[in-house]
């Protein structure tokens, strides 16, 4: 029940239409009406940048371009992370105009609909070897096509700590940073000790033996001697993606 | 080696005061003088309105007064951390002119050099329940003395989620929340699904058994299916509050 | 030895068709009649509505097809779990009369043998994601084939609570609840909140990185802060749908 | 806004005293009504023998003084569990009318204000060893002051089979049991396979090296091989009483 | 160098054949002639009943043959554990005389070479469940070619104990007990109950979600509540098989 | 019933006293039973040079005394294990008779009650280092006091490999040995691969941060490369010392 | 920014052709000049006879086909470690001159560009199991592809301790030990207590069960109590040989 | 028996003062001998500059005052580790000349008697953060005792990451580099990655909730992405002293 059909309910109770005792019926489940605030949260999210996202993983190919058809029919930004190359080979043959991001395994369609959302500066990713490089360009895709100015700056890892001095200027100048590292995980910590800005730290599943699939370098980043660092689960490029887009928001 | 010492090198060298391959010398072992540069990076931390904080978990009540004695005197805020209230009565006998925050288990001295920071919003710090109080309030402690307006809404644990529906306009109205929650710490998620604004999530060590000293919360917080959430160390509120002051720092 | 042979027995003792040593001699190993006894259980479970079932993960087609057959012919209900795709398929062709549920991985046969038990309400089964859903199946074809009257309801996790909140009277008219969820489990929280009936909640291997294939959801459904929450092992949507027949079956 | 004051809205609304639009807003915020909603779940509670319950573990003798004292002036039943021997004398020389159950480490007041709910049948509660006692004990207290039919039977591990063996008629009689265990947490395995009621398990962390503070116990009862059995936290004897209340609570 | 080389030297350096400081030079690398021991010791494993085992889980077919046909060749019993039904088919093309235990993977050739050690008794292989088979199978082949008379229990798991108690007379028939089973591993307990002999509890990866591949029933084992109950590893037969043996074996 | 009793009833139906129903009803709880055969068991325990046990750990000196007063009166041998040094004093102050092994832990009563079992040979008993002592001695102990031969060897830990390979003919003469150590735990396979015998592995919570309270010792002794060797519980010498006596012990 | 540029700049201040704070400026930014640091850091690599390396496991043979070609075109040598024989075979075909070591599964190119470093002694490589092989080749290939003389030593785990004591002089004469062992992890520990040198330990992913990948390995050698042992990553042979190298590395 | 006894007794059987069978009887339990050799290897020890050292974290002061006792007699250097306050009170006033270093909680007597031995340069000791001093100067004082020069550098943690290279030259002129840290673990990646030198890594166990007591700094130091780095257990600074000192002890 929207402010519309609540208003039309009101003035038939005013004008006699509705008994009081019918019109609290009709109230008394307005918990049920969620689908509705469901459905308004819904449109808030495309309103604000928000676009629609597979998680394509668990999916196969067949319910992938079944979700994709109907995206890029709503003409809205259509995505869908984590596609195997092979899948994204069938997907693109049955669904035109997709991009595929082979790094980011990530599959793009109705591009052009991306909005520069109101930002309030750059979000800079950074990555500490060439293996994190997938999950650093999850999250540099996701940012962008949130409509942030995104820039990047990979293996620039902490056992050759110069290469990151290097750029102390390109990581004062951005608002957010994303620090994507496995194995030991300590980028994010020298980062922060560097900038005074948010960073959100990407634990990689980069790594051998006690590596643990990310375990060590989320357990690093979660450890980290330098405040203002915070943790997304391991891999998850897309959430860190959203988390620096939902901090790099203006507010109006 | 700063700006000042560097131009009166070069003088010197053009004034032949100094010859080139001394010159050389004296920069070969620049990034020695990182010593100078901490120093430039200790001023832009009070410049930036961080203030400095003492650790108090490992340090003795002696070792305490001795570090917030120098710390007034500086004139600048001075804040300690975990503080136990046996500790704090012997420090606050020593030291004039402390608050001791009895549940957040913060000392601070020199309250009135807080100025505001440039800020965007408010801060909202929320818990679930009111175990988790103490991590909560040093939140919103930390959050305050770095400069922000702060709220809080404490209690609203998702076992009876009316509570927390109650307040929608409120987590509308936040520009970066702060979730505090232990057991299995489902809160963040749930915020995270009602808002558009980052989520800091900190689990803290309240449960018993299975509840492994705050890894379940901690796992739950870092698996929530709302994107847009990110985790700091178990029961550690003083690094949400960084980061959430840091989120909130308005960039000039 | 049941009743009748011990009837019998004592009736030869009686009659002084069998000396007392003798009948001692027969009844010292009754211990080792819990064959009979076993059989006697294996009666008493179908009395009560409990179908054999037939696991099937570590089965091959050919042991499947075996079994299957033999419980065809004695025409009672026949259910195999975690039965794969391509297993069903060969299995299917070799025996007649079967139904495959593919999402839930079961095999039926004999469905009409299903007697509708002597049930107390409807069992609810509630999920909170759509991969969550093969788990969710399992539980509810179990307790239909238990002879339930069972609902369901998917996609309902927490991250959107208003959905959940939507069907507020459906979960007050459910006599049991059963909740799946992968991740961080946290449904089963804010349902049991929302309830005074039993919830059963059954953690999912769903989700990557820390969610560590079930075990992030299997301890947060053990912290729930609501009470009246009891938890099954990850992925068994068998175990929560026996457990929820087991519960609604009527008394006497 | 509860029932009550909806219809004097509405009749406002059909008698002019109150305009359509301002309803609407009046309306606007009904979920920050949560707080009316939250009293009514009180209510709730309170009608199906629910009584507010006191987690001692983290609370101080005084804090646990001023709120049985509320409670005991509500003239509704008042429980606290986990209060320490030393607390509880503390607290019952400031609380009159006290009874300190030592075992289960529980304190009731208002004792005469449990209500007989309508039951099921009989609630059973197994403990495998002495050590398991405390954990027993409060589930059995917990499902008492519930207002249901309780039995015990304790110390019938499996290491001694036998001893269960001999309440077989026992275990066939009661509706819902309760099994607790430390150690291997073997017991609810063998009961689940001897009766054909829901089996709520508990581990315990009674136990030493790597009986891990009960995870192990917690484990094996999460593998149970017999269908029909649940499991709640470590040592929740408290959980384990309110869901076997909730599962013994007559459908009305 | 053994006895007799010992005392070859010590006359020679009698007679003068060998200087005192050459003697010392010879007896200066005694440790070196722990080859020679190592030797002997091979023997002496021989001379015991304990055959030269091939573990094949790491090695490829071609290994295997090579190693099982220059063991053939010595004419002892040749044994090889862990080798897939794949690997076996090459195997056995290759080497002529061997057999093949699909159950226990276990291939052996001269298998009349197996002679009865000096044993105390039988043993007896005991499994919870019809998927603890090749563990248990491999105990039981391990046990009787090491020269022992085995017998076999199988699927008498404690979800249905009156199986099991209708074998009494068996297990107390026993000299030693090898408990095999997956899941909660509760079997050894209640066995380790019901007799006085030595029993090797054997867990096994047989279970899914938080049975870990076995951890759940190792913990279980190892906490049992039974004394005098010991465990190997995981899924490890051949090990619980040897140490049977070893028990069994008759002190001359 | 016993096997008196049975011939009591069998008389009685065939000389018309008791009806055949009677007798099948008197029959029907046989399992009811098991707490006379629980008796039986506890004479065989008894019989077989069990003594019973008081584990101390969760008692208070007053439950321990009650308890060893009741065994001392029985006059048989009266054992307590675990108990504190405080403790100890407290118990010997109250119940006379009493010998307290400090290092063990244990207290002892009737100690001329021991019998010698009919034992195969002697027990071993094995330590890493100093600090194991405890449970050595608690192994040790236990097997003597079961009426067993048994050595001790202490000391001897694989860091310094020379000090075992010393007294190679005393692990030689021994019928079955326990191996105690803590840390990495190596000390088992070693003597494994140098004995012929029984080797039984008890891990100690010896050691600091990564030897986890003793569970890098039980894995490494789980996972030990010599055949021949089961392992008990971290700390539990007096499962050990049950378990060496159990297999020590003569088939009459 | 190097010697020769600075020089450069420090004249044409002298001589004018650069302003004081046109120089400042160029200097700025020097941290930025990292990158040529990098370069010089990549140098002296080389000088200290470290090559590159290319980690294998995450690459295609299509990428590392074009690393290797380049390696070999700057004729230093070129090595890759864990190419799987498949990739070899693909990488050889299109790359001349490289020797694939099929064991240690290393590429490696330019082989007679190997330097002998200026080295203080021999390198001797341990392993416990043939199964260790791969990663004791590892670690003995990188040691003398590093340009040291290496020895091995394999086999000799401590089940058989008599095998490894006979070598005792080949430990006395090695600089450095890297001792490799899977399953217990035994060796570090007896091979510490025999030497006086620094022993390297590997934990290998060798084992099953509790073996836990290599994680017991690993916590039985942190654990070790022998001094003068330190340990790499589980199955880190590479790691291992570099640790040895520079560790046997002469100072000039 | 060492070679002085053996050439005494090959003597007298030369000379006829010893039968040969005589003789063998002495060699027989040359393994046995192993005490002397035991004391062999303890004089070597000493001859290498490692003086005995007792570990006092499970000793009573009356212990550790007894072994002083002694060690001060033999006048060889006396060292304990890990000694409260309170325990080296109490043993400095019963055991004259001892100096007890607080933070490292070491106490050390004899302390002239410390030789230099030969070592091949200096040992360099860094910490990250003032609260894994303790560990830090254990390791300092211990490498310091064994003979060798040592220089530290405190507090360079990875978050400031300019104080670190401040000192590169120090790092660079040293032999070889113990780096202590708790938390992340992060500074012997970064220091791994600066310098061509053999790098011990102690992580210890400070930092709180997912630190773990160390484990996180542990697995961070594990998986270092920096080759030459080794790892010893949690907050073992004695290990790693001892570590340093054996390579940097000059071979002679």
């Known amino acids: 029940m929207n402010e519309e059909s609540l208003k039309k309910l009101f003035k038939e109770v005013r004008e006699g239409g509705c008994s009081v005792s019918e019109a609290i019926r009709q109230l008394k489940h307005w918990p049920a009406e969620s689908i509705d605030i469901a459905c308004i949260d819904h449109h808030r999210s495309l309103r604000t940048g928000l ?43 049955e669904v035109g105009g997709l991009t595929y991001h082979e790094t980011a395994r990530m599959l793009a369609g109705n591009e052009d609909k991306v909005e520069e959302a109101g930002y309030r500066g750059t979000i800079l990713v950074l990555s500490a070897g060439t293996s994190d490089m997938p999950v650093a360009e999850e999250a540099y895709l996701t940012a962008r096509y949130l ?28 608002t957010v940073l994303v620090v ?25 599943s980069v ?7 990310g375990i060590t370098a989320l357990l690093g980043m979660l450890n980290s001697c330098a405040p203002g660092v915070a943790v997304v689960n391991i891999d998850n490029g897309f959430g860190a993606g ?7 928001r203006k507010n109006e």
Request: neutral net charge; charged residues 20%; aromatic residues 4%.
């Open 51 to 93: 676009p629609e996202v597979v998680y394509g993983e668990d999916k196969s190919a067949a319910q992938i371009i079944a979700i994709m058809k109907k995206m890029m029919a709503k003409s809205c930004l259509a995505l869908a992370t984590r596609v195997s190359h092979e899948k994204a080979l069938t997907v693109c043959r």
């Open 147 to 174: 409509g942030n100015p995104v820039e990047k700056l990979y293996d620039v890892g902490v056992a050759g700590i110069h290469r990151l001095l290097g750029y102390k200027q390109m990581l004062d100048e951005a």
């Open 180 to 204: 994507v590292a496995g194995m030991e995980g300590a980028l994010p910590s020298v980062v922060g000790g560097l900038v005074d800005k948010p960073v959100i730290a990407v634990p990689t």
């Open 207 to 213: 790594g051998y033996g006690s590596a643990f699939g």
């Open 242 to 248: 959203c988390m620096a887009a939902t901090i790099n």
